[in-house]
């Protein structure tokens, strides 16, 4: 167990009044350079909640991250789900907020923003059936289970790992062309502790 993690506790016990965030910066101050997660994790250890330790985690660190979703998935990762190397820790209060851009998983029905096209409903096979195609669909990690994510989310998160996005389309092609004619891309914020 790091140093991080029984200093965390020694300061809680000796302060025991103190706020998650004034344990925090005296961690900041004894261990520069501790990651948010390890941060997170270590004023949890401590005793503190884990809104507690959110809280502080998202006062003492810029945590926002801005990110660019492809329409047609990740070319650099050569896969469809966007691994946007956000790590969401569980419990965690995750916001996700659409920033701008517009894109299409059919473009015969035209482009939409990050809430998709309400005018079709996904059928099995896409990313999030019974969302609307062309939604902004989010999961921790490789195999979590997909969640709406749309121009707003904000929700606790049911796991750990890094966030990744998609556009709702079917995976593989079974009504069309799938991911191979998909245009555009939309820009999402991505922040922990913070409501949408």
Known sequence: MSDVYQSAKALHEAE???????????????????????????????????EQSQNAVSELYDTAVTVDV?????????????????LVETGAQLTI????GQWTANPATGMVDANGNSAYIAKP????????????IGRIGESGAPFLV????SGQASATG???LIIN??????????FV???GSVLVQINEGKTA
């Open 70 to 86: 492809n329409a047609k998935g990740s070319e650099y990762q050569n896969q469809l789900w966007l691994d946007t190397g956000f």
């Open 181 to 183: 004619d998909n245009e």
């Open 16 to 50: 025991p009044s103190a706020s998650s965030v004034a344990i925090g910066k005296q961690l900041l101050q004894q261990y520069p350079g501790t990651p948010s997660n390890e941060m997170f994790s270590a004023l949890s250890f401590a005793g503190f909640t884990a």
């Open 150 to 153: 749309g121009n707003s989310y």
């Open 162 to 164: 890094n966030l990744c």
């Open 169 to 178: 389309d079917d995976i593989p092609p079974r009504y069309g062309d799938g």
């Open 125 to 136: 096979g896409y990313s999030l059936p019974g969302a609307n195609e062309g939604a902004l």
């Open 97 to 100: 907020k659409y920033l701008g």
